[in-house]
DNA sequence: TTATGGGTTTACGTATACACTAATTGACAT
DNA sequence: ATGTCAATTAGTGTATACGTAAACCCATAA
């Protein structure tokens, strides 16, 4: 999983691998939400699409299965990974767990340049809020987090926890609109710094953690409001 | 990342997809360091090996390469990953870091049956280390590590924790053999033990962390006696 | 002796063809 | 009308073939 948006975050050359060139395609599509979960990805369909073999899409489609994006199905072919809303609060409490383990170590080592860089960052978030740009704050808020990554000068560590959170991204915006939690969202950030600032990485840790799971309430409020409204499809079952 | 195992979990049916068996096969030679890291992985010579066409040679590769266990090299084909001392440790320092968060859920969510049967396990590792059966306590440690991913009750978070050890299960067993190493493992283990009967998940945790942080130490003083009396070959450089 | 240039070769990346499994559909019997 | 079985078909899994780019080697010149 560790190298799964390294080449993404490469340039978007097109004279790059096919095969590369479809994964993160496909990555994205699916991140973002405009693959739904459960829907079948046909291999000649996706060729089709991409103006390419077979064998490229196949070699694609093996990594997403790798990466947990897509789920094979005996030889019925892959589908986007079904996520039930247990497996989704699972992921985002190890998301929590993992944010909260980076930041005490981050909070331990890192260089003061890293800390005013940090500051830097969330000053600069308040107008975001203010203006309720969300699409912004998400920008920033991930940029937020891979600072806190990188400060744990701790190379593998900081791509374990760049994956868990890709992997909730298609589900972290939509967490955003909730009410207003993108100004709670700052307040927590701004309580996260001041224990930063104090060098009390335990006690970063733990309001990271609630940070976090706060998050994940909110997303889990949004969701049941819309299974409420809107009567679950359940587009492909066994 | 999380899927990496689950085939190699199942059975050893030679009924399997060929690039499964492949992808498996490479994985356990990889892992047990059969292959030395930097060395490289040509296709055609790989098919020849397991009697197969390059087709289901080149996807299994693809998938280790997002697992991270090699790594491509332009179009010079892929290699066993080059890993650094520092990046072992990272990743040591990552194990440790994500045991301790486990052991801490595990610590408050688990139920008497699961305790009971980490207590059972705690037990019996008890015989192993008075007959210093070093490949009877790596077993062990396996499963022992493994109920306690489970009693997270956490599946995901259980899968990310699996990944990362079983990348370290290289280097793990060459640990074990340091000194005293296995009887001071035990004692740890037990400190651990205690405080998850007493439902401290917090000391539970930091006595995990120190646990595994003593393995990386044990197995950082065990390479550089062997650097120390090996020149280091550089297999491959670029 | 060393550096450079071109030719050769090797191996990757992609396309296409074939095989085989399993899902689907239709017919027939109950 | 419904259930079951067989035939068709659609799509995956694997093999093979082809194009291309990079590495290697050797010859030649400085």
Redesign the interface.
């Known amino acids: 999983?560790?190298?799964?948006f390294k080449v993404a975050a490469e340039a978007e050359e097109d004279g790059g691998l096919l095969?590369d060139r479809i994964r993160n395609a496909l990555t994205d599509e699916i991140a973002s939400g405009a693959l739904v979960a459960g829907s079948a990805l046909e291999e000649q369909q996706l060729a089709d699409r991409f103006g390419a073999s077979r064998?490229p899409v196949?070699?694609a489609l093996?990594?997403l299965?790798?990466?947990?994006l897509v789920e094979v199905r005996g030889r019925r072919g892959v589908v986007v990974a079904r996520m039930t809303p247990e497996?989704i609060m699972?992921?985002f409490?190890?998301s929590a767990?993992?944010e909260?383990?980076c930041v005490r170590?981050a909070t331990y080592r890192m260089t003061p340049l890293e800390r005013s860089r940090l500051i830097e960052l969330h000053e600069g978030s308040r107008a975001m809020v203010e203006a309720s740009d969300v699409d912004a704050y998400d920008a920033f808020n991930r940029v937020f987090h891979e600072c806190i990554y990188s400060a744990t000068h701790?190379?593998?560590?900081a791509e374990?926890a760049q994956?868990?959170r890709a992997r909730l991204s298609a589900f972290r915006r939509t967490q955003l609109r909730q009410g207003d939690r993108i100004r709670k969202s700052r307040d927590e950030h701004d309580a996260i710094m001041q224990a930063i600032a104090e060098g009390d990485g335990e006690t970063a840790s733990r309001r990271m953690r609630a940070h976090m799971l706060n998050a994940a309430a909110a997303l889990r409020r949004y969701i049941e409001d819309r299974v409420r409204s809107v009567q679950s499809p359940e587009p492909d079952d066994v």
Chains 1, 2 share one sequence.
Request: proline fraction near 0%; hydrophobic fraction near 40%; avoid cysteine.
């Open positions: 999983m560790a190298g799964l095969s064998t196949r070699e093996r990594q299965v790798v990466s947990g497996r699972d992921m409490e190890t767990e993992v909260a383990m170590l701790n190379s593998f560590m374990q994956d868990v």
